[in-house]
Structures are given as structure tokens and as C-alpha cells.
């Protein structure tokens, strides 16, 4: 008599316990997050600056952050130092000199532009690693990005629209423009005056392997980093928080190195990652964080990166005649656009920003407030952006404000 072979009640409890375990480490981790509201202030503290170094990549993920912060330390332990004492005093500025929301501090929020301050002043020193001097103006930026950040949340918040990474553009590219290439204490990088996209007109000697490499290097360049084992774990890092954004990030570096090869770019450029991560940024902005997830916004995401990408070598032309670097301009002036087109689409819907959340938890917001609006009948319209100033507006809905979709 054969024995069927079933899961036993101790194996389906360990099963359970492990699914329920992931699902805690998924998305924002909001059980954590309420248990870590009620610790000490230095806990909190570590879990702000981690939110912050992986609010970035809009994930507002605290173990997402670890496993960054570790990718960054596998690329270089200076750049790492001085990403997570960017995002520290960033984050202590807002909250000493500032006062800013509680949620949007706890969020990360008012960490990721320091992020990127600190790491990429470490990466464009002249002078190299471990420079102690080069700390005094790490803080010293770092503890404006708040206040930036505020100034120009005063505009965006009219079009309600985030301020992306535009205090980073601008307190960088000022301490690179202050200093230069010859100052004798904060030197920065030589960019010559000249475009610095060095063209092939032709395909011979393309590494078929490294081009697919470039592909999650790509996303790595966000943080300014080129070693694949750092990209690997920031892939890992945005899969547990949100497979959706580890999708569009993917597919924004691949659209990236496509455009590369179309544009005639070096193939250096485009082996480091270099015309990825500006792509990888948008599409993610665009497919599920700021607009909920249907196929029409994922073919949005996919334009808005192609025009990323061409943005990015525009910018990094018009940059160069000043010496200076493209940073995340293009990503931002880009996503920017795409966030404030008109549409009579009712699939192109933008979230208000004080629901936005994680793409997945995004998309469920959607269904249930179009599930709301056909149970109410067809008497409730979506009203088109260029009447609002917002795609996608619903009308009459209870749940969000009515210039809100």
C-alpha cells in the first residue's frame, strides 16, 4: 500500500513562519517600523541613516539600507564613511536646525540627499582616499541639504511632485564649481572643457559580456560605484523591498546601454555603468512609485528613459563646457517632465505624495480606489491633468483630496 507523502503540521508552521519572516523584511517593513518608534533615540537614529541611504533608490527599507551601505563599503570603505556621515548630519540637520515632520524624518527623507553629497565628494576628491580635511565640507554640505531640500519643496509642493535629488545637483556641482581642479585643499576632479563622450563609429571590439554587465552596473552608478560584486548586492537590497523597482531599475540601465550604442558612445563609458543610472532612476520613478502600475505607465517608464538617456548626454555636453560633472540632472529634469504631463488616459494616474508608499503597496491603492469609484457608479469621471494640473484626477473620491488622484 503506497504512503502519500504530505507536509506535516511542524513543516507547513515552519513554512508559515518562514513566508510571514519575509513578508516582515518586504516593502517598507512597517511592523518594524512601529516597533522601532517605540526604542531609544540612537536605534532610531541608525534606522533613519539606513532609510536614508536606501531612500535613494526610493526604497524606504531599512535592511535594503544594510545591504547598501555594505555594497558601498565593498567598493570603497572611505566612500562608504563618507556616504553614511552625509546622510547622518542630513538627517540631524533637519531635525536640530529644521524641525521637520516626524514620519518624513523617520522616512529617510531628509537623508538620501546627503547620501549622495558625502559619497560623491569622496569619489570626485582629487586628493584620494582616507583625506581626513575632506570631512569639514562633507558636513558642511551635507547639513544644507535640508535646508535646499525645504526651499525647494516650496515650489514642487504646489505640483505636487518630490524634490528628487536636486539639493544633491546643486550643493555638489557648487563645492566642484568653488573649488576647481587646482585648489590647494579640496581639489577636484579634472573634466576638460570638451564633450566627454568619446564617440566609436563603429561596433568593432564590443564586449558582448561586459555590456551585459553594464546592465546592473548601471544601477550601482547611482551611488557612484563600478564594481559588479557592489552592484550584485544593491540588486539584492531593491528585490527584497520591491521586485518592481528592481525591475524598472533593470530595465532603465539596459535602455541606457542600448542608448549608448546608439548614440556611438564609448564603450568605456558604457562598460562603467555611466549611461545606466540615470535611466535606471527614471524608469523606476515613473513604473510604480509615482504612478500606479499599469502596462500604459510601464511603456511611460520606458519612454521617459529613453529620453533620460538622451537628456543625460545633452547635459554631460553642456556640463563639460564648465567643468563640471552631469550628476542626477538629467534623471531629474527628465522625471520631472513626465510627472507633470497632461493625459485623458485614465490608466496614467499619479498618486498624491502623501500616499505614495512602495510600487506594490502603490498598485493596491489604485485597484481599490477604482474598485470605490465603479461601485459608485459612472457618474464619477477622471478629470484630465490639463484641468487639474495632475494626470489621472478622480473626481468626487472620498478617500484623497479632490485635486488628488
Known sequence: MERTTQPSNKELQVSSSLFRAMCLCTGDMHEYGKWIQRQSVMLQLVDCVFRGVAQVMFVNNPLSGFLITVGLFLQNPWWGLNGLLGTLVSTM???????????AILAGLYGYNGTLVGMLMAVFSAKGDWYWWL?????????LCPVVSSALSSITSKWDVPVFTLPFNILLCLHLAATGHNHPYFPGPFITKSPPWHHNSTMEGLDVSQLFLAVPVGVSQVYGCDNPWSAGVFLLALLIASPTIFLHAMLGSAVGVLSGLA?????????????GYNSALSCAAIGGMFYALTWQAHLLALTCAFFCAYMTAAISNLMSTVALPACTWPFCLSTLIFLLLSSETPAICRLPLSVVSYPEKNLQYYRELRDSERSKGPQQIYRSGSQSGVPGVLEGTPEVPSEMC
Open 135 to 143: 570631512l569639514l565640507p562633507n558636513m558642511f554640505m551635507s547639513m
Open 263 to 275: 548614440l556611438a558612445a564609448s564603450h568605456g563609458d558604457i562598460y562603467s555603468g555611466l549611461w
Open 93 to 103: 540637520s533637519a531635525v536640530v536646525l529644521l524641525g521637520h515632520d516626524r514620519g
